[in-house]
């Protein structure tokens, strides 16, 4: 009874210190008092419901060309602009008038500029939630579960096996595949499409999505696979897993009800990292031109096709759209919102950071 | 110790074979003929035949796996497929050492920035300047390459003068070797490729500067009197920059990839540009040596780090 009386006394203190607070209440408090990353997460949920929604929202579709309107200088920024040639007066103002019908203008072909930024965003938005999906949860933490759990031979396989996919560069391999592997796949979705009647499947750019987003599952699997099963390693050992054990908790009940709730702090933080790295890995494909081939809209192919020097000076002098800025401004923020977050989460939700 | 060298010594070949049997599989059954690359418009079956016949192409495919390994180990690895009659190897080893003097140059100037940025911001924990100085790292290294390029360029180069905007030209030679690091064409590519590296270690350095600053032996170093100069450059410094050098293994992938689209982007004759044009012109055998050089490249330096950390760190044991 004695021993008792001192484990609960033990117990109250540690309530007494914590509040009473889970640590999933702990960590969100923490995380919530910075406010760096909780912008950031702002930001990131903004792009993402952009990219879900936003398409609905597009007055235009990404591909209605409007040759009368080629440039149209932008609406929205017309104040900045203002101010900018006061500085710096523009030698040839465009022809075409502002038109609050095009928010941030027209690019070369008199395309809706801010349609196709969200259609751009829907892009990066599918490719990264399916890779991350499937590669990082679904494979990830499956084989790093697997490797830890049952250890021996099928431990030393996938590790193995995650070894040689690290020792690849990991870019070279991704465009690789992805350059081999679709020819074969817009064959099969084309041959699909004549014996089953459906149609419109390679237009809409899905076969670019399969590519790209599979070409990254099979390679983003791998760290958070050896972070799982680093994790089961030293959690198998801990007192109150061997108890549940003792007492007959079948070893799919230990990993799902007791080892998974105390990795998933680092499995957010691992989440929010392979997001990230998965919307960075699009725009370079899709820059290189082996990701999402245009017409299907993506931020990449937009700065790949408005990249040149003289685009450049009619922008920053407001005589035409924001063509290369805009895309560009738009994925430079995400990407430090996504690191923002990451360093967020990392004092918040990781053990040993505190 | 010595044990672990020498297993993860003999593991190595067995991990480079994996690499180059995916990249051969991959080549082969990928699209793209090699034969018909080479004949061009004349297309006569029989000649197809001969050509197929003298480079062992006809033969079934574990057989010309066996011979393309049995070739990259005599250090052959094949022609170029799109620059017909030249060597892979010669190809690869007369542009590697223009992306090794940049990716060297940008590697010791990332991390010089991220030590820097680190230290200040961990010795100035709580004033207002800590945390922008972390976020000005992270912005800085989650910047694009390609979107980098053409600000700078516009800037310093059309605007300005300041800077060439692309190309690479050797300042002067040490023999047949071209030292391009001291010219000015380089200044802007080394500078753009060290962002990437910046945010990492940044933030490993200002926790790693916070980790030593609570050690008694700085508190000792203090009480005993030494200058507050003394104690942070000769005992936080010295002591905060050694785990730092174990990302640096990891900036190596950084750098490799951001090299591929930096060196298209600045016209610069390295491996990176040579690679993104083989996967253009589907130049398998340039493809797979380069998969195979950069596989080794990683392994070789993950290796020397983690042997080097052991020397530097004697409390450190692998096992």
Known sequence: MAQEGGIQ???KEAQERTGGKSLWVVGWERFRRKKLAMASLVVISLFYLGGIFGPM???????????????QPAWLTQPLCAVINTVFPNPSPSKLAPDPEHLLGTDRLGRDLWSRILWGMRTSVIVSLAAMLTGSIFLGVTLGALAGFIGRWVDTIIMRVGEIFLAFPGLLLVILISATIRPRVV??????QESSGFSGLVESGFVDYIVVFGAMAAFSWVGIARIIRGQILQLRETDYIVAAQAIGATTTRTILVHILPNTLNIIIIMLSASLGGAVGSELVLSWLGVGIQPPTPSLGVMIWENQSQTLLFDQLSCRYAPVFLAPSFIASAVFFCFALLGDGLNDALNPRAR | ??????????????????????????ATFGPGDPVQVLMGQKNDPVIVDRIRQERGLDKPFYVQYANYVMGVLRGDFGESYQRIGQKVSDLIFSRVWVSVQLGALSLAIGVAI???FGLIAALNQGKWYDPVIVSTALLLSSLPVFVVQPLLAFVLS?????LPSSGWECAFYVGPMC???????????????SLGPIGGITRLMRASTMEVVNQDFVRTARAKGLSEGAVRWRHITRNSILPVFTVVGLSLATLVEGGFIAETLFGIPGVGRLAVEAFFARDYPVIMAMTLMVASAYIVTNLVIDIGYTFLDPRIRLR
Request: hydrophobic content about 60%.
């Open chain 1, 9 to 11: 006394s033990l117990a």
């Open chain 2, 114 to 116: 991220g030590m820097i």
């Open chain 1, 187 to 192: 064959q099969w979705v084309t041959g699909f």
């Open chain 2, 158 to 162: 059309r605007q300005l003068h300041l």
């Open chain 1, 57 to 71: 929202l597009a007055q235009f579709s990404y591909r209605e060309q409007n040759l009368d309107q080629q440039f």
């Open chain 2, 179 to 193: 030292i391009g690091v001291f010219h000015p064409k380089i200044i802007m590519p080394a500078l753009i490729l």
């Open chain 2, 1 to 26: 110790m010595l044990a672990y060298i020498v297993r993860r010594l003999l593991w190595t070949p067995f991990v480079l074979l994996a690499v180059s049997f995916i990249t051969f599989t991959v």
